[in-house]
C-alpha cells in the first residue's frame, strides 16, 4: 500500500470507491435510524444536516481517497458506526424518534451511573483491544493496520458520544 494515491490512480479509485460506499451507509443507517436527526450523537452531523452533510462527506471522500491507509481507517469506522445504527433502527423506526428517545432517557434514568459507565468502557474497551492487537501485529502502512486504527477510533467514538450522552443527561 503506498502512502498517497495519484488522482486516477487503481489506489485512488479504490478507496474512493470505498469511502462513498462506507460513509453511504453511514448515511442511509442514519437516515434509517433517525430522518429528523433527532437521535443523532454527533452535534456536528446535527447541526450540518442532510444537505450540507452530503457535501461535507463527499469532500470528506474526495480528500481522503489520496492517502490510503486513512481513506481505510476513515471506511473501517464508518462501516462500524453504520452497523451499530442499523442494529437499533428498527426499534427506533417501530417506536418513534421521541418515544425511543424517551424509552432510553427512562432506562438511563433507572440505571445506576456506574452500570452505565462500565456497560459502555466495557464494550469500547474490548472492542478497541482489538483493534489495537491488528495494529501492533500489522507493518507500516498495510491493510490490517489500518483496520485496526478504524477499530480504534470508532471504540473511541462510541466511548465519546456515550459519555456525552450520559454528561448531558446527568450533570447538566
Given amino acids: 500500500m503506498e502512502d498517497y494515491a495519484s488522482f486516477g490512480s487503481r489506489d485512488h479509485l479504490i478507496t474512493l470507491g470505498l469511502l462513498v460506499f462506507a460513509r453511504g451507509m453511514d448515511f442511509l443507517s442514519t437516515w434509517f435510524a433517525t430522518p429528523t436527526l433527532a437521535l443523532e450523537a454527533n452535534p456536528l452531523a446535527k447541526r450540518l444536516g442532510w444537505k450540507r452533510g452530503i457535501i461535507f462527506n463527499v469532500l470528506l471522500c474526495l480528500a481522503t481517497a489520496h492517502w490510503p491507509l486513512a481513506g481505510l481507517i476513515v471506511v473501517t469506522t464508518s462501516l462500524l458506526v453504520a452497523a451499530r445504527n442499523f442494529k437499533s433502527a428498527w426499534l427506533m423506526r417501530a417506536l418513534g424518534e421521541v418515544d425511543y428517545s424517551m424509552l432510553v432517557n427512562d ?6 451511573r456506574r452500570s452505565y459507565v462500565v456497560s459502555v468502557l466495557g464494550e469500547t474497551l474490548l472492542f ?3 483493534g489495537g492487537a491488528v495494529v501492533l501485529s500489522s507493518e507500516w502502512p498495510s491493510v490490517p493496520l489500518a483496520v485496526g486504527m478504524g477499530m480504534i477510533a470508532y471504540a473511541v467514538a462510541v466511548a465519546f458520544y456515550s459519555l456525552l450522552a450520559i454528561w448531558r443527561m446527568w450533570w447538566r
Avoid: D, E, F, N
Wanted: glycine share 12%.
Fill in 128 to 130: 478497541g483491544l482489538v
Fill in 107 to 112: 432506562a438511563m434514568h433507572r440505571s445506576s
